[in-house]
């Protein structure tokens, strides 16, 4: 259960990312950029998504606002997905596993703690 979370987390930070790469990527190459080939790698890596989007998405919204929608919803399924301090790695001192670390064994000698 935990694997896919992980994997369903990383999928949608990947997605993500390459759609912003995509978008300043695109700023900066200006109209040239369907000939730059780092831009083609990132819309190739971003369509899934955006086809995605595309189909669960109506009619009505046109198709140079779905990038926009793609990366809204991937936010805010980010965000959903993203438990914060609930994060199962996160062991506190009533969950098995949970190791209490000495404050003199941590920095001993070097003044950290």
Same mark, same amino acid.
Not at 11 to 32: N, P, Q
Not at 33 to 44: A, E, I, P
Not at 58 to 70: E, V
């Given at each position: 259960?935990?694997? %896919? ?23 900066? %190459? ?38 926009? %929608? ?44």
């Amino acid at each position: 259960m935990l694997l %896919a979370v992980v994997i369903a987390k990383s999928l949608i930070e990947l997605s993500l990312m390459f759609i912003v790469g995509r978008f300043l990527l695109g700023l900066l %190459a200006g109209a040239k950029r369907d000939t730059n080939v780092f831009y083609q790698l990132l819309d190739v890596a971003s369509k899934p998504a955006l086809w995605l989007t595309r189909k669960i998405s109506p009619k009505l919204i046109l198709d140079q606002h779905i990038p926009l %929608a793609t990366s809204s919803w991937l936010l805010i399924a980010w965000v959903v997905r993203h438990p914060g301090s609930e994060s199962p790695r996160c062991l506190g001192p009533e969950q098995p596993g949970f190791q209490r670390i000495e404050r003199s064994a941590l920095g001993a000698g070097f003044g950290l703690f």
